[in-house]
């Protein structure tokens, strides 16, 4: 049922006029955005607050069920028009700002991204908070609190720079509290012994352990309209006083500060290993140890705990979980093992994010059992009970051996995820199929029981009502307001995809959208781009199974054509990356480099004038996506088949009515199944072709290479010097390619993806019939929306009992 505030723009003037009177002591003319935006921020704070309290008393009051969504990446980006958006009151607030004359834009870009993730996957955990408190369930999470966020990325002389992102500035982050009564002590390294507890029980001794404190910031997640606060906690790092004395320099300070100061762009190297374990640990210790003492409070029976708790590993970082619960259970609470341990399978549960074993993560022995003794102990105790078990279950050798934690000097978290909770699930039905026959296939033998899919979604609200305000009112003048409340109310759209009128005013939707864009551009790069152009946009990380490489040598493809026949008939075509390469990532870094040096020579050139335009924007972010996304013509999701677990940005481009270029793969297929073969651009091999040149190693990049003269050129094009200023750059692909065999198959899906390029353009010249597709993808995207992600999630893994929204209650 829809709550929305009471709030009339007169009381939100005085509200915010006091608050802004009461903070900045200043005129409101003289005030910086940044000012006012910290105004406006506390005057949010004073509507929701009320909301918030009453949401915990009653979920205390009830003893409701809750799950814990541990992740060690939250991507929520900007949150002061969601707050305002899901508080109902963001038309209010624009009014309000325009009657006093401010500018809300300039306002709201004051807020600087939370940027505490890395990509789709801290993107997702982020969607998901917005939906558990929207579809009213108690579900929170829990994560670190970063001081840095994912690096922010500057181009320089078309490398990336890599610069740290403050995001707290100097203001802190005002959407936070922090909690010090809920602050927990966490141990790491020293040595343990076991020591007589009396009553024939032994406990843990240690000695010479670090203990840290562990202190939360609560962060809101405010529900759309109705009135529901649940909570996202991030833990930061302290040195507890009665250990103060061990800290006596800056520098040692510094030392236990490094623990949350910085978000992992990637962990290859080996001193980063070991801090990242216990960023790792630190959170998940921290969230359990709060999470039992809480429903302690409750004065249920610990060994009951599951029937009031979930706790959700996503990915393997916090898989250390299972162990830690154990812990606490056993030597903090004195519990008996086979209690601990039914317990704690009930409670927990796990998300595979990617087959690509490289994100799978393993520690060695030495390294975990000198960060974490304990816990490293009670992991080799689960690993022979878990041995003994299926051993006497009469489990095949083999699999139980593919399957345990601790092999061959490693530890496997992913394994103790699966082995330590009920619930396993992919994040797209192929990359799920995947896992049971591939990756995790004898885990699947052993425990099919526990493998599940939940397809991705995306918080639709942030991708219409804030990054396309306008797209969404013309949404409304077709079919009424319904759809913002209930996305599958979208669906009417089906009826006008071919009404000529509702065509044209889309089209012009599209092309404001690629107005705004068009005039950021050439403020930020100076590059003159045409709206005419179709506006053909990749925006992800960086990954060379991504394959930006592969629209890169489409780009040269049609810059040959264009200099061979300038004269010709050609449909001009802008092309937009976004990425940033972790730091440590070479070839990645190479390929920034390449596109940036093809751009400058390309856009140059007289000769291709506004044929052909290629820009890089530098710092892609979740604010920067929502400029971008709503004025794409042309989604490009062209991963190889099997390797993108699901995406989800390709979700966001089809709800705003972008055309998907695909690959089968991820979640494309299933944006294919919704809005139908013909209104999606499907090209390249299947999952299953890709795995049958694993299987017969018949794949020979150099004959492709010798054999058609289209990609020879092409690919020559990377070292013959056309493209200045990238000699290395441009023989490090040459060799990746072609010396090296080609890893991710570019060469073989070249031809199918220039075909289907040159389809688009086809399509594209045909105003109705592209108008259709691209239509057909906005009135067909309600099955992406995160809010049933999370309802299968709450009803199918974590068994919450069915929402119930909070009152509402106006300030
Ligand atoms: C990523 C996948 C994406 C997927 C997101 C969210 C990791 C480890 N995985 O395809 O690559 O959309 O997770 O599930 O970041």
Request: proline share 3%; aromatic share 10%; net charge negative.
């Amino acid at each position: 049922m829809e709550q929305t505030m009471e709030l009339t723009t007169d009381q939100f003037i005085r509200d915010f006029e006091q608050t802004f009177n009461e903070q900045q002591q200043t005129l409101l003319q003289n005030a910086t955005p940044t000012e006012l935006f910290l105004a406006l921020a506390h005057t949010i704070r004073q509507y929701y607050t009320p909301m918030w309290l009453e949401r915990n008393e009653s979920l205390s009051a009830r003893q409701e069920k809750i799950a814990y969504y541990f992740s060690i990446e939250f991507l929520p980006g900007r949150m002061l028009e969601t707050n305002l958006l899901n508080l109902g009151i963001l038309d209010t607030v624009k009014e309000g700002f325009t009657q006093l004359g401010l500018d809300f834009t300039a306002v709201k870009n004051a807020e600087h991204d939370m940027a505490l993730g890395n990509g789709g996957l801290g993107r997702l955990a982020a969607a998901f908070m917005d939906s558990l408190a929207t579809t009213g369930y108690a579900g929170f999470g829990n994560g670190l609190r970063y001081k840095y966020g994912l690096f922010k990325q500057r181009i320089v002389d078309g490398y990336q720079v890599e610069l740290p992102d403050a995001w707290f500035g100097s203001l802190g982050n005002v959407w936070e509290t922090r909690k010090d009564h809920d602050a927990v002590n966490v141990r790491f390294f020293g040595n343990v012994y076991m020591a007589d507890a009396g009553e024939g029980k032994l406990k843990p001794v240690y000695s010479n352990a670090q203990v840290l404190r562990a202190v939360p910031y609560d962060v809101p997640q405010l529900g759309y309209k109705n009135g529901v606060v649940n909570n996202l906690r991030l833990w930061d790092v302290e040195i507890p006083e009665e250990y103060e004395l061990n800290y006596p320099t800056i520098a040692d300070r510094r030392r236990v500060e490094d623990i949350t100061a910085v978000l992992y762009p990637d962990d290859s190297t080996e001193e980063g290993k070991k801090l990242r374990l216990m960023q790792e640990y630190f959170m998940t210790s921290a969230g359990l140890q709060t999470i039992v003492k809480s429903y302690l409070k409750m004065g249920l029976p610990l060994e009951k705990i599951y029937e009031k708790v979930s706790v959700h590993i996503n990915d393997t970082h916090p898989a250390v979980a299972p162990a830690e619960f154990m812990r606490i259970l056993i030597d903090d609470y004195g519990m008996e093992w086979d209690a601990a341990w039914n317990a704690t399978t009930k409670v927990m549960s796990y998300t595979n994010h990617t087959i690509l074993s490289e994100a799978l993560e393993k520690w060695s022995t030495g390294l975990f059992s000198f960060v974490l003794p304990r816990v490293f102990q009670i992991i080799v105790e689960i690993d022979n009970r878990y041995m003994a078990q299926m051993g006497a279950q009469g489990a095949d050798y083999a699999r139980v051996e593919n399957t345990r934690i601790v092999r061959n000097g490693q530890v496997h978290m992913a394994h103790l995820a699966i082995i330590g909770g009920h619930s396993v699930n992919g994040v797209a039905q192929i990359h799920t199929e995947l896992l049971k026959e591939d990756t995790l296939r004898d885990f699947y033998a052993l425990t099919p029981e526990k493998f599940n899919n939940k397809t991705n979604g995306i918080v639709q609200r942030r991708w219409t009502q804030i990054a396309a305000p306008v797209l969404s009112q013309t949404i409304d003048k077709w079919i009424g307001f319904e759809w913002r409340n209930d996305i599958h109310a979208l669906r009417a759209l089906n009826d006008v995809v071919d009404n000529p009128r509702a065509q044209n005013d889309f089209w012009e939707v599209k092309q404001l959208a690629k107005k705004r864009l068009a005039d950021y551009i050439e403020e930020t790069t100076g590059v003159h781009v045409s709206t005419d152009a179709i506006f053909d946009v990749q925006v992800k990380r960086l990954h060379a199974y991504k394959r930006q490489l592969l629209n890169v040598m489409h780009i040269i493809k049609l810059y040959w054509d264009i200099k061979d026949n300038p004269e010709g008939d050609f449909t001009p075509r802008v092309f937009i990356f976004g990425a940033k390469a972790a730091p440590g990532y070479h070839f990645a870094k190479s390929i920034i480099k390449v596109i940036n040096e093809l751009a400058n020579l390309i856009n140059n050139d007289p000769e291709i004038g506004d044929k052909l335009k290629v820009v890089f924007l530098e710092n892609y972010r979740v604010s920067l996506a929502e400029l971008i996304i709503p004025a794409a013509n042309v989604s490009e999701q062209i991963s190889l088949a099997s390797k993108e677990a699901s995406g989800t940005s390709n979700m966001k481009f089809m709800m705003t009515g972008a055309v998907t270029m695909a690959t089968l793969d991820g979640a494309n297929i299933e944006i294919r199944d919704e809005v139908g073969e013909e209104n999606i651009v499907i090209f390249g091999m299947t999952k299953d072709e890709v795995y049958h040149h694993y299987e017969t190693h018949d794949y020979n990049a150099r004959y492709l290479y010798d054999t058609d003269p289209v990609l020879h050129r092409v690919i020559n094009t990377f070292v013959d010097g056309t493209i200045p200023r990238c000699q290395s750059e441009g023989s490090e692909i040459f060799d990746a390619l072609v010396t090296y065999n080609d890893e991710y198959f570019l060469l073989e899906d070249f031809q199918s993806y220039v075909a289907a390029q040159a389809r688009v353009s086809a399509l594209y010249r045909d105003r109705e019939r592209w108008m259709h597709m691209s239509m057909m993808n906005i009135a067909n995207s309600d099955k992406f929306t995160s809010d049933d992600t999370i309802r299968q999630y709450a009803e199918e893994i974590w068994h919450l009992s069915l929402p119930h929204a909070g009152r509402h209650r106006a300030a």
